[in-house]
C-alpha cells in the first residue's frame, strides 16, 4: 500500500474543473500532516492544457491521453482506471460529487470493494492517515462523520466549493504516461455526439455566487433581471422546482432535493418561498440572502439577510448600484 493520495481530475473538453483544484489543495495540506504525496490522475484527449494547469498543483500526474477517451463513459473510464489503482495502492482516492463522480466512483469502489463516502461537505484526516468524511444524510438533516476501517482506498466524492484553492502550491509535478492497452471495439458505451444547452454558464454546483428566483418572477420573459444581476456579479442563475414544472426554466438549474445541492460561498434568492425540498439544496451555502414581499414566507427562517420587498424594485436597483460601485474600483 502506497502512501500516496490521489484526486481524479475532471475534466471537460480539456479544461480541468475548478473541484479538482479544491481537493488537489486540500490533499496538499493533508501530505503535511501525514507525508504523502500528492497525484492527479487525468484521463481525456488532447489534454495539453489541462496537464498544464495541474503540474504545479500535484507531486504526480498519472496521464492517460487517448483519442478513445473524448469523452466520457462509464465503462471506459473504469476499465482504465481500476487496473491502475490496483497496481498503485493509494491510501486514498478523491473525487468530485459531480455527475461524472456520482457515476464513476461507485464503479470504481465495486470494482475496488472498498468504501465510500459521496456527496461530502468536509474531509480531515488524522497523523495515522485515516480519512473522516463529512457527508449529510436525511436531506441535510443530519450531518454523520464516516471513518474507513480495513478496506482502501478509502474513498470519497466532495461538492463543490468545500475548500479553498492554493494556487500558491508551487509544485512540479512529475508526469507519468499511462498506456491504453483496451480495444476500443469491446467498449459497450459509445458517444455519439453532445449538445449544449443554449447561453450554458458556469454550472450552479461549481458557482462561488448563485442568484435565484421562484415563482414569484412572476413569467419566464423575467428571468432577464435575474441574468443582467447575474452578469455584474459573475454569477450564476438558479431557480426552484415550480419554475421548472411551469417550463420557464430548463431541470439544469434547479436547485433542491430534486434538483442540485449547491456549496455557494452567496446565495440570493428571489421570490423563493422557501419549501423544503428547496431548502434541502442550500443546506451548505455559506451566507443566504432573501428578497420576498411575504414577511412570512418560511425562506427567511434559513436566511442570513432577508429583505421584505418586491424584486421587480430591489432586483434592477441592486443591479444598477453594483454597477457603479465595481465602476469606482
Not at 473525487?95 to 468536509?122: E, I, N, V, W
Request: proline content about 4%; aromatic content about 6%; charged content about 20%.
Amino acid at each position: 500500500m502506497s502512501n500516496e493520495i490521489w484526486v481524479f481530475a475532471e475534466q471537460q473538453e480539456g479544461k480541468v474543473r475548478r473541484v479538482a483544484f479544491e481537493l488537489l489543495s486540500a490533499a496538499a495540506d493533508f501530505s503535511k500532516k501525514t507525508g504523502s504525496t500528492v497525484a492527479g490522475i487525468l484521463l481525456g484527449s488532447g489534454l495539453q492544457e489541462a496537464l498544464k494547469s495541474l503540474t504545479s498543483y500535484a507531486d504526480k500526474i498519472y496521464l492517460l491521453d487517448d483519442p478513445g477517451l473524448a469523452a466520457y463513459t462509464s465503462d471506459a473510464y473504469l476499465i482504465h482506471m481500476a487496473p491502475l489503482i490496483k497496481e498503485h495502492q493509494p491510501s486514498i482516492l478523491l473525487g468530485g460529487a459531480t455527475s461524472t463522480g456520482k457515476d464513476l466512483f461507485p464503479r470504481l469502489a465495486m470494482h475496488l470493494q472498498t468504501g465510500y463516502a459521496p456527496d461530502c461537505t468536509g474531509l480531515t484526516i488524522e497523523e495515522n492517515g485515516k480519512l473522516i468524511a463529512k457527508r449529510p444524510l436525511y436531506g441535510g438533516k443530519v450531518f454523520a462523520e464516516m471513518i474507513y476501517l480495513e478496506a482502501k482506498p478509502q474513498m470519497a466524492t466532495v461538492r463543490n466549493n468545500t475548500f479553498l484553492v492554493n494556487q500558491n502550491l508551487n509544485k512540479s509535478a512529475q508526469v507519468i504516461p499511462i498506456s491504453s492497452p483496451i480495444d476500443p471495439s469491446s467498449l459497450k458505451k459509445k458517444v455519439i455526439g453532445l449538445e449544449k444547452a443554449a447561453g450554458a454558464k458556469l454550472d450552479i454546483t461549481e458557482a462561488e455566487i448563485v442568484v435565484a428566483a421562484g415563482r414569484g418572477i412572476k413569467a419566464p420573459e423575467n428571468f432577464k433581471i435575474m441574468e443582467e444581476l447575474a452578469d455584474v456579479l459573475n454569477a450564476s442563475v438558479g431557480t426552484t422546482r415550480a419554475t421548472v414544472d411551469e417550463g420557464w426554466r430548463d431541470v439544469k438549474d434547479q436547485i433542491g432535493k430534486s434538483g442540485k445541492n449547491i456549496s455557494a460561498k452567496l446565495y440570493m434568492a428571489f421570490g423563493v418561498s422557501g419549501a423544503i425540498h428547496h431548502i434541502l439544496g442550500i443546506g451548505t451555502c455559506k451566507t443566504v440572502v432573501a428578497v420576498d414581499t411575504d414577511p412570512n414566507a418560511l425562506i427567511f427562517n434559513y436566511a442570513d439577510y432577508g429583505i421584505v420587498g418586491d424584486l421587480f424594485q430591489i432586483v434592477p436597483a441592486l443591479t444598477e448600484e453594483l454597477k457603479k460601485a465595481m465602476a469606482e474600483k
